[in-house]
């Protein structure tokens, strides 16, 4: 995986990774990070610290990289400059590269013309003229310069791809790009390339927009007289409502996001192992362990799945109920006041289990807990007045000794059966007076662990609200 430190790690980013590492670890191979920052005038500060720590976050790792090194390093482009300067020419030396000397306005100029002439943008070859003394002229007085591929005229390249099968592209509907930049950096082309070769890449997964590049690949490994590696492209996934790939027009897309969201890692990579690769039969749980084992590059899709967030919610609810008291209280540490008390989360954790898509409806779901509520000025049941008052009797006369859930629900109930009330009416018109709110895990429970002195506190506020608003 080479991502590019210009900004977050896209989840889409995320799910290639998650495929490359399967595939090298099921065929016991290596799966390397490097950084691709040859971009300079994009890089964002700190961007590469947080790719890597994200990556952790999900459980990945890596066998060579930028931090830990490795046998092929350095592991990141902008160190590797030296390497890109010298293949570039050498492919100038044997025809396969030249000298581009236009500047930024000649090119302009250039592609608005093409365009008024309705034919595409391309790069008119015109310093191709220029003689090898009139290079070295140009070369002597520094003037300004790029490298560009040197592409044969209307020629087939054919490829199979993994996924998308056999690929045909002729090289007219391509231009002559960009190797290497004024600034001595190169470009994508270039350097993936080069480092892909000398780091013995075997096999390159990455999304499906990346296929036009590849004849430019193709024929610069062939410059080079090197083997080609095994492509794979995969379907990049859409947006959720189908429309166009997904971005930030559309949502939140960055990898961090969906941890911030609430979201276990753990559900996150299951769901992204199915955007796109179909398993041999209908199992739709996996560990990484287990997909790992059944990953097989042949069983991808080549359409474009949407991202579809109810699916994911699907999955993550799953994964939320499936933890042990203990591990969901602690990953509800991050999503609950600070300093809270842990043993408070330990008791709630069971209470709101079945209830969370996502660790982070935990915050609405029990603020009641953490702070003071507001008395809702709707939302009463019939007799709310009436049930509160017996409530905060009951609650009153209830012994510290007998105060758990069972004498609680057993007191209530004796009083709903005695004045012949509605049990729901009778639970949410308590629920509002003692949370605020409509929704939240039992009462009763979270009734015990606000305690007696909050909860009287709460149903005398009520009340005296209730009063104002003359509510039966």
């Known amino acids: 995986m080479a991502p590019s430190p210009t900004g977050e790690f896209h989840v889409g980013s995320l799910r290639t990774l998650l495929y490359n590492y399967a595939w090298a670890k099921k065929n016991q191979g290596q799966f390397i990070l490097r950084i691709e920052d040859t971009d300079q005038a994009r890089l964002v500060p700190g961007a590469q610290e947080r790719i890597l720590q994200v990556i952790r976050d999900y459980g990945l790792s890596w066998d060579e990289g930028p931090d830990i090194g490795g046998p092929y390093g350095p592991y990141v482009q902008s160190q590797r400059l030296d390497i890109y300067q010298q293949h570039a020419q050498y492919l ?35 310093c191709l003229k220029y003689s090898v003394a009139e290079v070295q002229q140009k070369l002597k007085q520094n003037t300004p310069h790029v490298i560009r591929q040197k592409l044969p005229d209307n020629q087939h390249v054919a490829f199979n791809d993994s996924v998308m099968g056999e690929i045909t592209i002729n090289t007219k509907e391509l231009d002559d790009t960009v190797l290497l930049k004024s600034d001595g950096f190169p470009t994508y082309h270039l350097a993936v390339v080069i480092d892909d070769h000398l780091m013995k890449i075997t096999h390159i997964m990455r999304g499906s927009e990346w296929i036009s590049s590849v004849p430019k690949h193709i024929l610069l490994y062939q410059a080079f007289g090197w083997d080609l590696p095994i492509y794979a492209h995969l379907p990049v996934f859409l947006s959720p409502d189908g429309k166009g790939k997904m971005s930030k027009r559309h949502s939140t897309v960055s990898a961090r ?5 609430g979201y276990l890692p753990e ?10 690769w179909t398993p041999i039969d209908d199992r739709g749980f996996f560990t990484l362990e287990e997909f790992i084992q059944v990953f097989d590059i042949n ?3 080549n359409s474009n799945p949407a991202f579809d967030l109810n699916k994911l919610n699907y999955f993550n609810a799953h994964y939320i109920r499936v933890l042990s008291d203990p591990e969901l209280a602690e990953r509800l540490k991050q999503f609950a006041p600070e300093n809270v008390d842990s043993k408070i989360l330990l008791v709630l ?7 969370l898509k996502t660790l982070a409806e935990f915050k609405d779901l029990c603020s009641f807990m953490f702070s003071d509520i507001q008395v809702p000025d709707s939302g009463w049941k019939s007799s709310a007045s009436e049930q509160l008052s017996t409530a905060l009797q009951l609650i009153k006369q209830l012994p510290e000794a007998n105060w758990n859930t069972e004498n609680l629900t057993e007191k209530f109930m004796d009083e709903i059966n005695v004045h012949q009330w509605s049990t729901s009416h009778f639970f949410m018109n308590l629920r509002l007076a003692v949370t605020g709110q409509p929704i939240t895990p039992p009462i009763t429970e979270c009734i015990v662990i606000l305690g007696k002195e909050k909860t009287l506190r709460r149903l005398n506020n009520a009340l005296v609200s209730l009063r104002t608003l003359k509510t039966p």
């Open 267 to 276: 559900a996150m990579l299951n769901y992204l192992m199915l955007l796109g």
């Open 349 to 355: 954790a069971p209470l709101v289990k079945e209830r």
């Open 92 to 126: 100038i030396d044997q025809g396969d590269a030249y000298y581009c000397f236009c500047s930024k306005e000649i090119l302009e100029q250039m592609r608005t013309e093409q365009k008024q002439k309705r034919e595409i943008p391309r790069y008119d070859r015109r």
């Open 299 to 301: 069983r991808f899709n």
């Open 257 to 261: 996001s969906f941890l911030d969201q």
